[in-house]
């Protein structure tokens, strides 16, 4: 009976709580794990929906100024507006109707080819404005041309003369263009060299009217009032004004009464050409045609014989130069064109000797020129 009492008390000794841990379960397997901290273990179930998080509610400083700005308020419908009237204005007033007058023919202007043109230049207001130098302006660079101008008593506006120069020919320029009571300004290195486009000036340019071209009529009676006939060079689409002047220059040595160039594709009357023709085109009549065809076909009406020179062609000594007579050179790369060949009644050429092709444009023009010369003066 003893040991029964004493395995009884035992028993409720073990079975009787200590301390804090009351409701502890016994420390074994999970349940011993999740005891710790008085945590439960977690349940994972699938399927349902997430509980929405509360809104994030900002504490401290600016607290209040952030739950304003993400508060939205409902606006009620907006008020009516007054409509707009809307009034007639009524007819407009009639305008007077516009005074449209013929202005005529514009005069002739040089302008240049496509292919002639350098690089544009910078734009210098100032300088064109004060000396006059415009589109329709003819500007004549160097000694030889101006003295020729003045010489042939040319219209000219105004001469420019490097400032503090020494050439004695320049002051004689000077004396005789102050003779004839023409304007003569002392000007810088700089200005001189912007009008003359970057072609040697030699200290002098003139300024003129534009530039008095002449006509096929011209041309005739230029030779009848020398008691010979008439003798016509035509330039067929030259495109270097150097070759243009010499071509120019050597027309006028050996007595022709005109040259023909076209007004379009081509080199035109330019400071360059007129350098380079060393003041003859201010002696030789130029004609500039819209059409160098129909052009033809009016000397050919007026009795000339048109020669061209051509690689193929008889030896240039033995043709016959005398009567009305016109000698077409062509472009320098291309020669003259087919239609413009049709027209010509006999062609030219000059022996070659050496292993160059050809001749320069100008270089044949003038041997061609001078025999010319040489048969008519006989």
């Not at 397997?29 to 809104?55: I, V, Y």
């Not at 003045?150 to 263009?177: C, E, F, P």
């Not at 000036?201 to 009032?225: C, E, R, W, Y």
Request: one cysteine or more.
């Amino acid at each position: 009976m003893k040991r029964e009492t004493n395995n009884q008390s035992k028993t409720a000794t073990t079975s009787k709580p200590r301390g804090k841990n009351k409701d502890r379960a016994p420390k074994s397997g999970t349940a011993g794990a999740a005891s710790r901290g008085n945590k439960r273990p977690r349940k994972f179930e699938a399927g349902g929906p997430h509980e929405e998080r509360a809104t994030h509610k900002p504490e401290g400083h600016g607290a209040k100024e952030e739950q304003n700005r993400h508060k939205f308020e409902k606006r009620g419908p907006q008020e009516e507006r007054t409509p707009r009237k809307f009034e007639s204005k009524g007819p407009k007033e009639e305008r007077s109707p516009r005074k449209y007058e013929p202005r005529g023919p514009r005069p002739d202007r040089n302008n240049r080819s496509l292919d002639d043109r350098k690089p544009p230049r910078k734009f210098d207001g100032f300088n064109r404005e004060e000396e006059g130098v415009d589109e329709e302006t003819f500007v004549i660079i160097g000694k030889n041309p101006v003295m020729e101008a003045l010489r042939s008593g040319q219209d000219i506006d105004k001469l420019l003369v490097l400032k503090d120069n020494t050439d004695h020919v320049l002051k004689k320029i000077m004396d005789n263009a102050k003779k004839r009571n023409i304007i003569v300004n002392s000007v810088d290195k700089a200005k001189l060299e912007y009008l003359a486009d970057g072609e040697n000036h030699q200290g002098i340019i003139a300024l003129m009217a534009p530039f008095p071209f002449s006509t096929i009529d011209d041309v005739i009676n230029h030779a009848k009032k020398k008691g010979r006939d008439p003798f016509v060079v035509i330039l067929d689409h030259l495109t270097d004004p150097h070759n243009l002047g010499a071509i120019i220059r050597s027309a006028n040595v050996c007595g022709a009464d005109g040259v023909i160039i076209p007004s379009r594709r081509s080199a035109s009357l330019t400071a360059v050409s007129v350098k380079a023709s060393s003041g003859a085109v201010i002696h030789t009549p130029i004609v500039k045609v819209t059409n160098l065809s129909q052009a033809i076909d009016e000397l050919k009406k007026k009795g000339f014989w048109i020669m061209e020179a051509d690689m193929k062609g008889r030896p240039y000594y033995k043709a016959d130069y005398k009567g009305s007579l016109a000698i077409v050179i062509g472009n320098e790369g291309v020669g003259i064109s087919p239609k413009i060949k049709k027209q010509c009644d006999f062609s030219v050429t000059i022996p070659i000797y050496g292993e160059i092709e050809s001749f320069n444009a100008s270089a044949a023009a003038a041997i061609i020129f001078a025999e010319a010369a040489k048969q008519r003066m006989q």
